[in-house]
């Protein structure tokens, strides 16, 4: 058999495909099979010879979701914001994007998978941290912002807004989750970073609207 001169694009086809099939379908109900069907000529052993498992899958559609319509890329040039006013934008323009949230949403059972949660960790670390950082930093020059802890909080934010509150790591209702936000908001009002406005808030109700009682399940006593 011919070598494939271009993997990278034998991985996007996957990635289109397995996409498509997960929010029509959900991640549950879509099996390795289902994604090797839609390709038209591939193989199971060509799907796995690029992605280990159907979570890598995921993991990756995810990824590139992000990468794609990057909420901080569009914020990053816009002379008309201070650096607040992008941190607020940014998160707005991320949790406006619908495709994106459910696909959070349903990416939430896989996150009691070791593997994910250290994927999570990496993808934060490597991605979200410097953004965050970037603007922090010109928040203090510009003066919306004033921390003594730009890289600290650059490195804690993504901890607190993705991993503190999943159930997975952390069990808790709905109403114990958005009083986590509550108390996110106050700490870095306190630490010289007021993000949460009403705006915020809002958005945030909006996505704890769409997370199904049964991901939320009830703290231990």
Excluded: C
Aim: zero cysteines; charged letters at 25%; aromatic letters at 8%.
């Amino acid at each position: 058999m011919a070598r494939n001169k271009h993997p990278e694009v034998t991985e996007e086809r996957i990635l289109d495909v397995a996409q498509q099939l997960f929010l029509e379908k959900g991640y549950e109900n879509t099996t390795i099979q289902d994604i090797v069907d839609g390709l038209g000529g591939l193989t199971k052993g060509a799907v796995y010879h690029h992605f280990k498992s159907k979570e890598e899958i995921m993991d990756a559609v995810g990824d590139r979701m992000f990468l794609e319509n990057n909420p901080f890329e569009a914020v990053q040039g816009r002379t008309d914001l201070n650096a607040l006013e992008k941190l607020r934008e940014a998160i707005r323009l991320n949790q406006s994007d619908q495709t994106r949230t459910r696909w959070t949403v349903q990416a939430i059972p896989l996150t009691y998978s070791p593997r994910i949660l250290m994927g999570m960790i990496e993808a934060n670390r490597r991605i979200l941290t410097p953004y965050y950082q970037a603007l922090l930093e010109e928040g203090n020059r510009d003066g919306s912002l004033r921390t003594d802890y730009p890289r600290e909080l650059a490195e804690l934010l993504p901890l607190l807004t993705s991993l503190w509150l999943l159930p997975s790591v952390f069990p808790a209702t709905k109403g114990e989750m958005k009083r986590k936000f509550q108390f996110l908001g106050e700490m870095l009002a306190a630490m010289g970073v007021p993000l949460f406005d009403e705006s915020i808030r809002e958005v945030v109700d909006q996505f704890f609207d769409q997370i199904p009682e049964d991901l939320a399940p009830q703290a231990p006593k």
